[in-house]
């Protein structure tokens, strides 16, 4: 069975991540096998530095799941236009799609395009790019992923529903982009009969203090260790994978970089009052080592660039030339 009896409506989904096949698998389990997939293939996912690209082809052959290969990752070519619209959808779903979708394509959407978007607080609060990394940055506690209607602008369609959860000290880019797959599952789940049956109730977004994240790229993972303990640390868990990681420079020098994947702040009251920031203060046997902060220390429980032993002790890392990046007007 394609889909639950009684509807008779084309569903696509476009995406190119784990999180689409995830979301893909979970429609499957619950009756609702799509009709088609929009992707793009590996060349352009490394092309357009998809982050956490994922090839869907085996997954939706094994599935019988029609599929097309984008032409371009922003679908703004003639032949792009003319074989999506070919497809007839009904209604679309953009999950791990990176770009706007074109106004063409939104406005041949009997029921329209859905797509989710999260922040610290609601919508239309945290618009914009990279919110689960710029909540984890800013030690927030909670997050909400919205589900709503595409409209031409930037995440701010019609809401649908939402689901909230839990930032625990504990999560990381990896842990939240499960708990916000669990979210996007539920949330089509329990709205998707209403949407086809066209029941479906919007609450539109209230445009007084939208507020939008900026973009983050990979050199904004670089550590600076006079930061303060958390702010290192919370760097770290908001850029770990399925992100490029935060880095530093074996003493400073940008020809021997250190990724960083996991560290957690080690003491406050073990201190190392003749190190400066950066400073490696103690290498241990299984490969973690302390690093001095600009408030306390942090104990690096998984990095990769280097193999540190007892004499690197005394060695700091840091940041070489590299100038931090000023973000204005970032949600608070």
């Known amino acids: 069975m394609r889909r639950q009896e009684g509807y008779g409506k084309r569903i696509g989904v476009a995406g190119c991540k784990h999180t689409t096949q995830e979301f893909v698998s979970a429609l499957i389990r619950h009756g609702w096998t799509p009709d088609h997939v929009v992707t793009i293939s590996p060349e352009k996912g490394e092309k357009e530095s998809v982050a956490g690209y994922h090839d869907l082809r085996p997954f939706l052959t094994e599935s019988s799941i029609d599929h097309t290969w984008a032409h371009r990752y922003s679908l703004k070519s003639e032949e792009d236009q003319t074989a999506l619209l070919g497809l007839n959808l009904d209604i679309l779903f953009v999950i791990g799609w990176q770009r706007l979708i074109p106004d063409w394509w939104l406005e041949s959407l009997p029921i329209g395009a859905f797509g989710m978007h999260g922040s610290s607080r609601h919508l239309p609060y945290g618009r914009g790019r990279s919110p689960m990394n710029w909540s984890l940055l800013q030690n ?37 982009h499960y708990k916000n797959t669990v979210s996007m599952m539920q949330l089509v789940v329990e709205h998707l009969p209403s949407l086809l049956e066209g029941s479906v109730t919007y609450t539109p977004q209230d445009e007084h203090g939208a507020t939008y994240y900026p973009k983050r790229t ?85 990095h990769e660039g280097c193999d540190l032993t007892s004499k690197d002790v005394g060695r700091v890392l840091g940041p070489g030339s590299t100038i931090r990046k000023i973000y204005e007007n970032i949600p608070l």
């Open 218 to 302: 990979h050199e904004d993972g670089m550590i600076f260790w006079t930061d303060a303990t958390m702010d290192i640390v919370n760097l770290v868990r908001a850029v770990t994978d399925p992100f490029p990681g935060a880095f530093t420079y074996l003493d400073g020098n940008a020809n021997h970089p250190i990724t960083i994947w996991s560290a957690i702040p080690f003491d406050s009251q073990l201190v190392f009052p003749n190190a400066v920031p950066g400073e490696i203060v103690e290498v241990f046997t299984e490969g973690h080592f302390i690093v001095k902060t600009g408030t306390s220390s942090v104990l690096v429980l998984h």
């Open 140 to 176: 927030k506690t909670a997050f909400f992923t919205h589900l709503f209607r595409y409209k031409p602008g930037v995440d701010d369609g019609d809401l649908v529903g939402f689901k909230a959860f839990d930032i625990t000290p504990y999560d990381t880019a990896l842990t939240l």
